[in-house]
């Protein structure tokens, strides 16, 4: 059984940095493609920022030049560096680690607060 665990969430200014942390227990980390989403109260999850196995990444628009994920094989984890970050950020996080688009296992999320 996999678990990811969050962490790094918490509240900042607007116009400051965080970065999220997913570490994944298990073995072949390295295969998956590993995903960071968003919920914000009273909407859907949406996709935030995704990397293969290859390390191909994409983002979405809203985060674009100012969000980078990476992932450290080694140490099982992924990252989210979130810069420049607006009120409208404000959201649950979560990991997600799937392969051929199929999810395989979600993180239980890290709240994400954007507020002076």
């Known amino acids: 059984q996999v678990q990811l665990v969050e962490s790094g969430g918490g509240l900042v200014q607007p116009g400051g940095s965080l970065r999220l942390s997913c570490a994944a227990s298990?073995?072949?980390?390295?295969?998956?493609?590993m995903g960071w989403y968003r919920q914000a109260p009273g909407k859907e999850r949406e996709l935030v920022a995704g990397i293969t196995s290859s390390y191909r990444t994409n983002y979405a628009d809203s985060v674009k030049g100012r969000f980078t994920i990476s992932r450290d094989n080694a140490k099982k984890t992924v990252y989210l560096q979130m810069n420049s970050l607006k009120p409208e950020d404000t959201a649950v996080y979560y990991c997600?680690?799937?392969?051929?688009?199929?999810?395989?296992?979600w993180g239980q999320g890290t709240q994400v607060t954007v507020s002076s």
């Open positions: 997600r680690q799937s392969l051929a688009d199929t999810t395989l296992y």
């Open positions: 298990g073995s072949i980390f390295s295969l998956y493609t």
